[in-house]
């Protein structure tokens, strides 16, 4: 149609005697009528159309559309669900609002590998397509897992905050800032090269991008909107999606596991209002019910007054304690070398060799030459992988430490 129109306008006011040819105009017609009710083509005489120029974009658009959705439905088919496609959401970037919800399907949708699309069953009713998500951040999400999924970080770092405290008339001098952080002693483990050469190396790529200026090895020009300027570059570097695994195991796996579920936590927080009443929201209001009773089931819980239910004191924490002996034990058998769970405040040091996946979360493999122990495992040692790490553990995480090789992560 678009080819036999000339500067966007068809003339149909001739109708031709040939029937074959009489059956195609009245079709062309009838689609023509189609297009001007979606504002794609206008009749301005009997017979005499006009084209939108967003014509081709659009009826485009509205394909792709519709391949998207087709997709979902497949997806959610696989996974023996059905949804209403008035729940369908498609997102042109990172939501504004995070979405929680489960992993459905994830697919490259870039011939460099660069993005995935990841659609999502939320608990808020909707089933959400989201492009452009970062592979590496939902590198640990399989098909069932349950994410969180927002708007990109955009918060000034601590780093940034301190450069520009230290600062004086505009100017850092890394010198000043070792003299102060040795004086002050706050330092994890002593290093104070370290930590001022971290300042100095953002500082370095900071100047790159023209947020900071170089006058000498020891003074740096520090403009007065440093930490804006330096956040704004943070955040168009990392455009993507903000991305959570909120846990790895599928919602019919946590409610019998040994660990420190993500039901146990919304458990523990009782807030429901985010969960809608039908979908994966619904889903997840049986979920916790059916949690719940495996706790009273095991011990771990008592119907209490007025239908509530009164659970072990510190109960994540056992849980988690409880599952770590069980997966640690279970690892010594195959690696000849004794597990120790390690102890809040306790200082961790040795070989950082893998990660291991539990309900309670994601946790690093610490060993020594005559034991070996598990604890929470953070970005931040991602590429200390093979080498020795330090940290101490706190109330269930750990405040890494690592040495002079890199400095102090900031």
Do not use: C
Request: avoid cysteine.
């Amino acid at each position: 149609m678009t080819a036999e129109a000339e500067d966007r306008f068809l003339d149909l006011r001739n109708e031709p005697v040939d029937p074959g040819r009489q059956r195609d105009r009245t079709l062309r017609l009838r689609r023509l009528s189609k297009l001007e009710k979606m504002g794609l083509a206008t009749e301005h005489a009997p017979g005499v159309w006009e084209l939108s120029e967003r014509m081709e974009p659009a009826l485009r658009e509205l394909g792709e559309r519709g391949d998207i959705i087709r997709n979902m439905h497949r997806a959610l088919k696989a996974d023996g669900m059905e949804r209403d496609p008035t729940t369908f959401q498609l997102h042109d970037a990172a939501p504004e609002v995070p979405i929680v919800g489960r992993v459905v399907d994830k697919y490259l949708n870039d011939e460099l590998g660069e993005n995935l699309t990841v659609v999502v069953d939320g608990i808020d009713g909707r089933t959400h397509h989201l492009p452009g998500i970062d592979p590496a951040r939902i590198e640990d999400a399989r098909i069932g897992s349950v994410v969180e999924i927002g708007p990109p970080e955009i918060a000034s770092r601590p780093s940034d905050r301190t450069i520009a405290a230290i600062a004086e008339a505009g100017v850092y001098r890394p010198s000043r800032h070792l003299e102060q952080a040795k004086f002050e002693g706050r330092v994890p483990g002593g290093d104070y090269d370290g930590y001022v050469d971290a300042h100095v190396r953002r500082l370095e790529a900071l100047r790159r991008a023209g947020i900071a200026e170089r006058i000498d090895a020891d003074q740096w020009r520090i403009p007065d909107d440093f930490e804006s300027g330096a956040a704004a570059y943070d955040a168009g570097r990392k455009s993507q999606a903000n991305v959570r695994i909120l846990s790895a195991a599928r919602l019919e796996q946590q409610i019998g596991a040994d660990g420190a579920t993500w039901l146990d936590r919304r458990l523990m927080s009782a807030e429901t209002s985010d969960l809608a009443p039908t979908g994966f929201g619904q889903q997840v209001r049986e979920a916790i019910d059916r949690r719940r009773e495996h706790h009273i089931d095991h011990g771990d819980a008592t119907p209490g007054p007025n239908g509530g239910t009164l659970y072990r004191r510190n109960l994540l924490a056992t849980l988690r304690a409880r599952e770590i002996e069980r997966i640690g034990g279970e690892m010594a058998a195959t690696k000849n070398l004794p597990f120790r769970a390690a102890t809040d405040g306790e200082k961790v040091s040795g070989k950082f060799t893998g990660t291991v996946q539990l309900s309670s979360g994601k946790f690093a493999v610490v060993e020594q030459s005559h034991e070996f122990t598990l604890v929470p495992w953070r970005p931040v040692i991602e590429r200390q992988l093979g080498k020795e790490i330090m940290g101490i553990v706190q109330g269930g995480s750990v405040s890494w430490q690592l040495g002079r090789q890199r400095g102090l992560e900031i």
